[in-house]
């Protein structure tokens, strides 16, 4: 009996159709976020409201430190975040890059969709915006990201972001002067898996909308004012509700040079099943950087999905997150990289 009116009401809620829709995926194991999502679509919220809501809990949650405040302090100790929002039915998008003080940056970037004819908003203007939008301004910074940056200054700054530079001999670090090139696979690679975890989300109502969204604290370290794929229309997301939706994760610098969501979405437009198309975004780079760090999501408008991801030292295997009519409850999924 309770089974029936289970079934009943999710019918209701859902009507059939497409079997697997509506549909929500996210990057990592990020529960909750896709909870959010889902209970933002069950509601009768948009595509949109799922993308946002669930990036949002990650942003408060601090999803494996990589997304929302306190988490990545760049070379001045400071977190500055990264987000962006696309709506696949206009083709409209709102992102910020280098937010400072707002907590709630994929907020931020729904807001610059909304109310401005803007695409993209940077640094402190973004923040300005944001306040005179009424967010509310906070101290990114927590013990935790105090101690990561305290910790790097004592090790001479290294690991960090530049290359072919001498450091000031009279300090421990910055400024920095050029020196000779190096061969690229002298240097260390600085990615890996700890210092990249974005939040990045598709959402597909039973009608086929698509929206797309990423929030990231970017990576630790990082020059002041570098800004990651995720903000990045067709890098850090995409989406067509014509075709379907995208977003990735990983080294977002090597990354944002191939535009993989936007890539991901074409070829899904031109027939390609969800995992193909991931795995070709995923191919386009590794032909140049073969072991660069990094993953990507995909769906088509039908509800079908799959990933991708480089195999890398200390990265063999993908995990994301999917939600949709049949499992009605986020089912963590995997994926081999290749
Ligand atoms: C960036 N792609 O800023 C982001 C970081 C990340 O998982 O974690 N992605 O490069």
């Given at each position: 009996m309770l089974i029936s009116l289970l079934i009943c009401s999710l019918t209701l809620l859902f009507p059939l159709g497409h079997s697997s829709l509506p549909l929500v995926i996210n990057t990592w194991p990020f529960k909750n976020a896709t909870y959010a999502a889902w209970n933002a679509l069950k509601a009768g919220g948009s595509v949109l409201d799922a993308v946002e809501k669930g990036c949002a809990r990650c942003e408060m949650e601090q999803c494996d430190g990589?997304?929302?405040?306190?988490?990545?302090?760049?070379?001045?100790?400071e977190t500055t975040l990264d987000a962006m929002i696309m709506n696949g039915d206009t083709m409209e998008v709102g992102a910020v890059a280098?937010?400072?003080?707002?907590?709630?940056a994929i907020g931020v970037a729904r807001a610059v969709m909304e109310h401005t004819d803007h695409t993209l908003l940077v640094g402190e203007s973004a923040s300005v915006f944001a306040e005179n939008m009424g967010f509310i301004a906070e101290d990114l910074t927590t013990n935790k990201s105090l101690n990561i940056f305290s910790q790097w200054l004592k090790g001479n700054?290294?690991?960090?972001?530049?290359?072919?530079v001498y450091p000031d001999?009279?300090?421990?670090?910055?400024p920095y002067r050029p020196k000779a090139t190096v061969a690229r696979s002298k240097r260390a690679p600085h990615a890996n898996t700890h210092s990249h975890d974005t939040i990045g989300i598709i959402a597909l109502d039973r009608d086929g909308h698509v929206a797309a969204g990423t929030s990231t604290n970017g990576?630790?370290?990082?020059?002041?004012g570098r800004v990651g794929d995720s903000p990045i229309v067709g890098a850090g997301a995409y989406a067509d509700s014509a075709a379907g939706g995208a977003a990735a994760t990983g080294d977002g610098d090597v990354m944002m040079r191939f535009l993989p969501s936007y890539l991901a979405v074409e070829l899904m437009r031109a027939g390609a099943d969800p995992s193909a198309a991931c795995k070709s975004a995923i191919s386009r780079i590794k032909r140049h950087y073969s072991e660069f760090f990094g993953a990507i999501i995909c769906a088509n408008t039908t509800g079908h999905y799959g990933a991708a991801c480089n195999r890398a030292p200390g990265f063999n295997q993908f995990h994301y997150m999917v939600s949709n009519s049949e499992t009605d409850t986020p089912i963590l999924k995997s994926v081999d990289c290749f």
């Open positions: 990589s997304v929302g405040y306190g988490g990545s302090p760049d070379e001045s100790g280098g937010l400072r003080r707002i907590k709630n700054c290294q690991p960090n972001y530049r290359k072919n001999p009279s300090k421990s670090c910055g990576l630790t370290h990082k020059v002041p």
